[in-house]
């Protein structure tokens, strides 16, 4: 992954994306679409959204791992100046869950060690974490989508390519995205639970493996 930083009208044929926590499929999807991207780090941090949240299935339905953040009260904190709050030990918490949920699974054994080193490593900062994580899944979902970053914050806009919005919430990627594009995979619990769609990469890494960039170009979202 090719890291710069550049303002939107520099690359107009580029995706704006928010920084996300294991993003949703359907983030690494549009990625794949476009051969490069803008991430979002001058805005000022929206709270309750995907940008430290994810969506995993476990036996008891679908769950949320959240990273804890720490409150300054006396200044508006931009995306990339959030710090992750340890005090309470959040990471093993979190990695207990995810073992639960996915340790029979068919490809655990194999990204294990890759995934639990997120959990294990204290990021001084979200952004930090989060952008450990797309360069991975990147890496993992073999997508060469060149990478930059916004050096100032760009308002709001109806270009279609500005998915930040898109990307703040499940109920907004249900708005955005038609189940019917997902195309179905087995997954854990699959008993129990109709295929549920859109989950976080750590769903479509540990249950297709290296078939995961596979899926990725057989669905359109775009």
Known sequence: MENSSQSLSESSYSLLLPSLFFPPIAYFQCLSTYGCAIIESQETFPKQTLRNRTYILTANGIESINVPIVREKSIRQTTSQVHICYKDHWSSKAWRAITSAYGQS?????????????FSTEYSSLWELNNA????????????????????????????????????????????????????????????FDFISNLSCLDLLFMNGNESSYYLKKISLL
Not at 141 to 148: A, G, R
């Open 106 to 118: 068919p490809y655990f054994e194999y990204f294990e060690n890759d995934i639990h080193k997120f």
């Open 133 to 192: 994580i797309l360069t991975y899944f990147l890496q993992k979902l073999d997508l060469d989508t060149k990478i930059s970053y916004t050096n100032d914050f760009i308002p709001p806009t109806k270009n279609q390519k500005d998915m930040r919005h898109v990307f703040s919430s499940q109920k907004s990627m249900a708005n955005t995205f038609s189940q019917d594009s997902f195309i179905p995979y087995t997954q854990c619990f699959c008993n129990k």
